[in-house]
C-alpha cells in the first residue's frame, strides 16, 4: 500500500478518492480475503477498522497506514461484537472458520460456535451499522460468502449452514436498504489462497484418508472449470466494485468467483 505522508494514498489524477470521508469495517482483517480488502479500502480513501481474533495478525497493517485501526475481538463472544464501532458506511463481513467432519461426528458446539462467528454476528453487526448509513442515505453491506453458499458439500454442514443463511440476511438488508441508499450484496469465491483454506487441506486429507495434494487436485479443484485458487487481492477487486461508482443498483446478489463451479 503506497501511502501519502497524511496516511492516504492519492489518487494518480489528482481526483478525490471514492471513499474520502467514509469509515469502513472489515471482520478477519488479519489475512487472507480480510487483510486484502482493507488495503482495497485504504487504497479509495476510506477509514477502516480492522477486527480480527488476533492482534498480532493486525500489526502489519495498522503499520502501512493511519488510516486503519485495529479492533481485537473474538465474534463468537456476541456481546464483545455488540461494542463494535457502529459509524461505519462499508461492512464487510468475512470471518469465517472452517470445520471438515461427518455430520455423525460433528460437535454440537464447533457447530454453534461457527454459526455465531459466520451469521450471528454479521447479523448483529449490519443491525448496529444500518442506523447510521441510513441517516447518511449511503451504505454498502459486502458479505463474504463463497460458493458454498450456492452449493453444498458433505462434511462441512456447519460451514455451509451458515453461508446459506449469510445469503438470505443479505438480501433481507438489500430489501430492507434499498430506500435508504444502502446496497447489500455476498460474494462467492470458490477456494482462495488463504490460511482458512491452508488448514482445511489437512482436515479434508484427514477425514478422507488421502494426501493433501491430491485434496487440491481431486477435490477442491474438481468442481471448476478454472483449475487454480484464487488470490485473496482478486476478490478484493470484485468487492471494490460493490462499493465503487457502479454500486448503487447492484443489491441482493450472490457475485459469483467460483471458476465456473455454479454454471455445472
Known amino acids: 500500500m503506497s501511502a501519502a505522508s497524511d496516511g492516504k494514498q492519492a489518487p494518480l489524477d489528482g481526483r478525490k478518492a471514492p471513499l474520502d470521508g467514509r469509515k469502513a469495517l472489515v471482520t478477519g482483517a488479519g489475512s487472507g480475503i480480510g487483510a486484502a480488502v482493507a488495503r482495497r479500502l485504504v487504497a479509495d480513501g476510506a477509514a477502516v477498522y480492522v477486527v480480527d481474533i488476533d492482534p498480532e495478525k493486525l500489526t502489519p497493517l495498522a503499520a502501512e497506514s493511519d488510516l486503519v485501526t485495529p479492533l481485537t475481538c473474538d ?55 444500518l442506523p447510521h448509513m441510513y441517516a447518511r442515505g449511503w451504505g454498502r453491506v459486502i458479505n463474504i460468502s463463497s460458493a ?65 495434494s491430491e485434496v487440491v487436485e481431486k477435490i477442491m479443484l474438481t468442481p471448476v472449470a478454472v483449475k487454480r485458487l484464487i488470490e485473496p487481492a482478486e476478490t478484493a477487486e470484485l468487492a471494490a466494485v460493490l462499493w465503487g461508482p457502479a454500486s448503487p443498483s447492484i443489491t441482493g446478489g450472490s457475485l459469483t468467483q467460483d471458476g465456473g463451479w455454479s454454471a455445472r
Open 75 to 129: 465474534l463468537s463472544d456476541l456481546d464483545a461484537v455488540d461494542e463494535l464501532p457502529s459509524d461505519v458506511d462499508v461492512l464487510v463481513n468475512n470471518a469465517g472458520r472452517q470445520h471438515v467432519s461427518r455430520l455423525e461426528d460433528f460437535d454440537p458446539d464447533t457447530f454453534s460456535q461457527i454459526l455465531r462467528i459466520m451469521l450471528e454476528a454479521p447479523f448483529r453487526l449490519i443491525r448496529r451499522t
Open 148 to 212: 458454498h453458499g450456492l452449493r453444498a458439500s458433505p462434511y462441512k454442514s456447519a460451514y455451509v449452514s451458515a453461508k446459506h443463511g449469510l445469503e438470505g440476511l443479505s438480501k433481507v438488508t438489500a430489501l430492507e436498504g434499498a430506500e435508504h441508499g444502502v446496497t447489500s450484496n455476498c460474494i462467492n469465491p470458490a477456494y482462495v489462497r488463504t490460511p482458512l483454506v491452508e488448514a482445511q487441506i489437512a482436515d479434508q486429507a484427514r477425514t478422507h484418508g488421502i494426501s493433501e
